[in-house]
Structures are given as C-alpha cells and as structure tokens.
C-alpha cells in the first residue's frame, strides 16, 4: 500500500521507517507522527511562502500571508491527502478506525504535514520541497490576486465550462456508519467524457471535494 503512495508522490523513501512513522497516529502506537508533523508545517510553510514570493512579486507582505495561510490551512491539506488517498495507508487504533478517522481532516492534515517532515529528513530540503510545489501545483497555478482560492468543485466547473461541457453532476451513492459519524460517498459523473468517479468523507462537501478533485485528475489524462 506504501509503495502506492511513493509512487504517486514521486518518492521512494531511502528510509522506509520515516514513512511508517509519519503514517502512524498517536492512538495506534510509539512512535507516531507528531514530531514529523512539527517539522513538515515548517517547511510547508516556508516552500509555500518562497512559491507566492516568486510567483506574485506585485502583492504585498499582508495579502501574501494571507494566501500561505489559505493554502496551509487544515481544510487544504485535507483536500490534498484526500487527494493522495492518505487515509487508506494510515495506521490508527481500534477506536479511531471504527470512528471514521481514516477519513477525519485534522488526521489527514496533520498525516500529510508529517509526511512532508518525513520527506525532509530522508531526502533532504530539495526533495521535500519539488514533493510539495507539484501536489499544490494546481492550487497555486489558480490563484488570482484578490480573489479566494478555488476548491476543486469550482476548478472542476470552470475546466469543463472551458471545453463548452455540461456540468458534472453529484449524487450520493451511499451512507455508512452510525449517525455521529457517518461517512459519505458521492459520485461525481461527467457524462459528455464517459468519466465517473467517487469521493467519501465525513460530510457531503469534503465527499463532493473528493469525487472533483479525482475527475480532474481523470481529464488531465483524457
């Protein structure tokens, strides 16, 4: 499962134990990834301040904050490890497996930042660093000065506006779990493209999110 993930990250871990550790939550044993998840914000946090100074020499000290802290935000490292299918590799306890917690936002980010410090101790800055501009690649390339970052929802209707499409329509294919922690599972279909594909979280939005966010990846390759 482990080499999935190094496959599509684009890195083969020298140091197989720096993997396990970041892909293990405190409720499943010692050592976790709390440590790893310290040092990735860091760097995540200084790869993406030098992409926006480079990117965007014109927008000043405040707007440029406000940017790296949208897209160091829980809600868009979330989005990214859904990406990844981060959760299906993660090792948690008994309980937070039954709770839904492969799918929970705070487990994701913080598993994708300690992944990212993983990646920085068994590769180096630069590795670390060219892991992270491409899975942000399609965040940043979307950004418009003045304007909100574009979820993948958004980016999946203007990408298919483009191309003079039919929007892609959303139905939930199923509800699992007891009601306080339900997960859904939604299926995004573009119907012009022959594409459909399926996202699960613990609401309808992150579930919507997901299913977007992997059609994209299906009309990149169309």
Known sequence: MT?????????????????????????HSSPHNERL?????????????????????GIPEGDLSRLRANLVR???LHQLALSLSLGTVLRLGEGEL???????????ADALEALFGALWLDAGFDAASAVIVRLYG?????????????DAKTRLQE??????????KYS????????HVQQFRIACAI????????????????????????????????
Do not use: C, W, Y
């Open 3 to 27: 080499s999935r993930l190094e496959q599509v990250i684009g890195h083969t871990f020298s140091n197989s134990s720096l993997l396990l550790t970041a892909l293990t939550h405190r409720s």
């Open 37 to 57: 998840e310290f040092l990735g914000d860091s760097i995540l946090n200084g790869v993406i301040a030098r992409q926006l100074f480079d990117r965007f020499p």
């Open 74 to 76: 829980q809600e868009s």
């Open 98 to 108: 039954k709770s839904g917690g492969a799918q929970r936002p705070s487990i994701l």
């Open 138 to 150: 399609d965040m940043l390339g979307a950004i418009v000065p003045g304007q909100p970052i574009k």
């Open 159 to 168: 990408d298919l506006q483009g191309r003079r499409l039919p929007l892609p």
């Open 172 to 179: 939930l294919s199923a509800t699992e779990g007891e009601a």
């Open 191 to 222: 119907d012009a493209l022959h594409i459909r594909t399926e996202g699960s979280g613990s609401s309808r939005r992150a579930a919507e999110q997901m299913a977007a966010e992997r059609a994209l990846e299906r009309l990149k390759q169309a």
